[in-house]
């Protein structure tokens, strides 16, 4: 049974510094890795999503790694702003059109 | 392009009762599946809709059951709600072969 974790559960930051969030998962063969923003009481912005022939994707400030064989994942916010505040689930999956089984979110403050 | 409604965004009910959300997936889609989300977790995976037909399910009760309709749209419905039932849940669409999700903003349900 594939279980996805994230740590820190909650993380602070002055505004400026880059961000870096973890995401790991315990059975390798997934077939691609997504990483969400919710913000409260909302839904599931996507952010990346990293096919499992990747090695990592890049949109703007966000930048995702993907390590199939370790079971990790890396989530970096460059330069972070007060507008960043949210929290950052990663979700894997195991074949096209199948579940996603989510870690729990990391919840990150970015101090003004 | 609108991308995945659901409705009601909020509602309320007593132990016992039935409720009945809505989801309507993103344009060019044609599979639609629900998430629930407690407080402070990770959305769990309750069922995937496609062709109509259930194709997946995750580890809820038979009181959770669906619907898709020949538009592509769907229903989620809980029976004999209990307290423990109070949670955000989520539909998702996709194209079944591409894999990603896209998420609506969720039906906030609490259970009194």
């Known amino acids: 049974k594939q279980e996805v974790t994230q740590i820190p559960a909650a993380l602070s930051v002055p505004e400026g510094e880059n961000l870096v969030l973890n995401c790991s998962f315990t059975d390798s063969a997934i077939y691609n890795l997504q990483w969400f923003r919710q913000d409260p009481g909302k839904g599931l912005t996507s952010l990346l999503l990293?096919?499992?022939?990747?090695r990592e994707q890049t949109s703007g400030r966000l930048n995702a790694s993907l390590d199939k064989s370790s079971g990790r994942s890396t989530l970096y916010i460059a330069a972070s702003q007060p507008g960043d505040s949210a929290t950052y689930l990663c979700?894997?999956?195991?074949?096209?059109?199948?579940?996603?089984?989510f870690g729990g979110g990391t919840r990150v403050l970015v101090k003004p | 392009d609108a991308g995945v409604t659901q409705s009601p965004t909020h509602l309320i009910k007593t132990r016992g009762q039935q409720v009945t959300l809505r989801c309507s997936p993103k344009s060019g889609h044609d599979t639609v599946s629900w998430y629930q989300q407690a407080l402070g977790q990770g959305p769990q995976f309750i069922f995937q809709y496609y062709e109509e037909e259930e194709r997946q399910r995750g580890n809820f009760p038979d009181r959770f059951s669906g619907h898709q309709f020949p538009n592509y749209s769907s229903e989620l419905n809980v029976n004999a709600l209990l307290l423990g039932d109070s949670a955000l849940y989520l539909c998702a669409s996709s194209l079944a072969v591409t894999g990603e999700l896209f998420f609506g903003e969720g039906s906030r349900l609490t259970v009194l």
């Open positions: 990293i096919q499992s022939s990747q």
């Open positions: 979700a894997v999956k195991k074949a096209a059109g199948n579940k996603l089984t």
